[in-house]
């Protein structure tokens, strides 16, 4: 979606930037995160972060290092596995 611009000084027109394809929005205060297309939300998720490194991804179940009781100890993402 592209508006149209007109610069007064010089009377022609100028397109604006339209806005990335994807954007990730994270919201640290619940942990979640929506994924926008143009605008328009296309994806909700789970995000975590990692005791690893530190970074913020998106949740993957797989991740988590169980201990012996059942219990979750730590959440580790991909790169870190």
């Known amino acids: 979606m592209h508006a149209a611009l007109v610069c007064i000084g010089k009377r022609r027109k100028m397109e604006a930037t339209s806005m990335s394809d994807l954007i990730e929005i994270i919201y640290p205060q619940s942990m979640t995160a929506k994924l926008l297309q143009n605008g328009e939300v296309i994806a909700e998720y789970k995000v975590e972060q990692c005791d690893g490194c530190a970074k913020v991804m998106k949740l993957d179940p ?4 169980v201990g012996q009781a059942g219990e979750k100890l730590a959440w580790l993402c991909g790169g870190c596995r």
Not at 62 to 65: A, E, I, P
């Open 62 to 65: 797989f991740g988590y290092k």
